[in-house]
């Protein structure tokens, strides 16, 4: 049941698009890259859960498979870099935890950047009409 709370932080990033869109116009995909990159890793486990409710539960669970293989591993070869989980060793409690806050801080930046060429492609074209 807790996993699937975590399908619940995908209102983070739909919070920070509406916030900055009202708020920072010129910077609403900055922040909705940003807010969807600290949330990404968990929300992808929480859809993995889902795969378990049956046949209606298959294409979100395959969808939270298939992100959070992709998700996932930046976090833990990161964290094994800087020694905070030990190497060959099942990583269980708090390590999860360290695991998933650099995750955060890991695709907020890379989708931040993507959000902020976004912004920037939109602020060019929105020049030349």
Same mark, same amino acid.
């Given at each position: 049941m807790e996993l699937l709370a975590l399908v619940l932080l995908v209102v983070v990033p739909i919070a920070g698009w509406w916030y900055a869109r009202a708020n920072a116009p010129r910077h609403t995909w900055l922040v909705a890259g940003v807010a969807l990159g600290l949330?990404?890793?968990?929300?992808? &486990? +929480? &859809?993995? *859960? /889902? #795969?378990?409710?049956?046949? &209606?539960?298959?294409? /979100? +669970?395959? &969808? +939270?498979?298939?992100? *959070?293989?992709?998700?996932?591993?930046? +976090? #833990?070869?990161?964290?094994l870099w800087l020694g905070v989980v030990p190497p060959n060793k099942v990583v269980s409690g708090l390590g999860n935890v360290y695991i998933e806050l650099l995750n955060g801080v890991l695709w907020a930046a890379v989708y931040g950047i993507v959000g902020s060429i976004i912004d920037w492609a939109r602020l060019v074209l929105s020049r030349k009409v």
């Open positions: 949330v990404i890793s968990p929300v992808s &486990l +929480g &859809l993995y *859960s /889902t #795969y378990f409710f049956g046949p &209606l539960g298959f294409p /979100t +669970g395959m &969808l +939270g498979l298939v992100s *959070s293989l992709f998700h996932g591993p930046p +976090g #833990y070869q990161f964290a």
